[in-house]
């Protein structure tokens, strides 16, 4: 198998980080997370309506500013117990390269190469990450990508797709009162539904891009979780080798957080997720 770009996504609280954190011990991979402004561009080029060039120009350039303007600290929601070996965040290139990539993308769109300027503009900054990370692969791990993953095909028609799936009501117990994401109970279920659907509706329509990957089952079985993704991806490797890596500097795999829903939902709270995204859990298994 090529090279292909690998990007990892799913309904927020499924594991995203955990895979994309793994993975990213591999020798050959450079993970890079978060990167949000992928998809804000991504609006503004593709769906805005009436922009002019200069006012296009300094809205991308603005949001880029912003995005940017940490580097390479980047603000982040992660609880203290959730600890990477690469951190909640992962991104190696600075504001100055972000900038001037920034700028070859804005001459790009002046000239008509929008969608092609886009992607140049993404390859760049991940290639750049692969440098100075001393690796020849890079693997983008943004969660929101599972809900535009016709437009990340149509960027990249050779790319494959990582897409991570937790029991819904756990997803709910971590997400929900959180300043991102559902604010009750039954927004929650909706949310986790509509996006794992989304994410099972490309993998009917392109089987040979697309692969799941439980949380519990990275939890429980990460040696054989591991060696699946791994060869899925086109790379050899020891998955022991990667778990004897994320066993150091009190990193470590939490079952402790598995089923939480038995301990945090009422009996009542359960049949309510069940009676909305009831099909969506039975689906994959996930019962009472």
């Not at 770009?5 to 450079?30: E, K, Q, Y």
């Not at 804005?106 to 503009?121: A, H, S």
Request: glycine share 8%.
């Amino acid at each position: 198998m090529s090279e292909c770009p690998v990007f990892i996504g799913g309904a927020g609280r499924s594991g995203t980080t955990l895979v994309v954190d793994m993975l990213g011990l591999h020798p050959h991979l450079s993970p890079i997370y978060e990167t949000d402004f992928v998809l804000q561009l991504a609006g503004l080029l593709f769906a805005s309506q009436g922009l002019t060039y200069p006012e296009l120009s300094e809205e991308v350039l603005r949001r880029m500013d912003h995005w940017s303007e940490s580097l390479p600290h980047r603000p982040h929601n992660k609880q203290p117990y959730e600890r990477y070996h690469h951190g909640p965040h992962y991104i190696l290139f600075d504001r100055n390269f972000v900038l001037a990539c920034t700028s070859d993308l804005l001459r790009d769109i002046e000239k008509g190469r929008v969608r092609e300027g886009f992607r140049d503009f993404l390859v760049a900054l991940f290639e750049e990450q692969c440098r100075r990370d001393g690796k020849p692969r890079w693997i983008n791990k943004t969660p929101a990508y599972v809900v535009h993953l016709p437009l990340l095909r149509r960027l990249f028609p050779e790319m494959r797709f990582i897409h991570c799936i937790r029991d819904g009501r756990d997803v709910a117990c971590s997400i929900v009162g959180r300043p991102f994401g559902p604010g009750n109970l039954p927004e929650a279920a909706l949310w986790w539904a509509d996006r794992v659907a989304k994410g099972v509706k490309f993998g009917r329509e392109h089987p040979d891009q697309y692969l799941e990957v439980r949380y519990e089952d990275l939890v429980r079985r990460p040696a054989e979780t591991l060696r699946r993704m791994l060869e899925w991806v086109g790379e050899d490797g020891d998955p022991e080798e990667i778990l004897q890596q994320y066993g150091k500097d009190a990193v470590e795999l939490d079952s402790s957080r598995l089923e939480r829903w038995k301990g945090s939902l009422s009996p009542e709270q359960n049949r309510m997720f069940r009676e909305i995204a009831g099909d969506t859990l039975s689906y994959f298994g996930y019962g009472d």
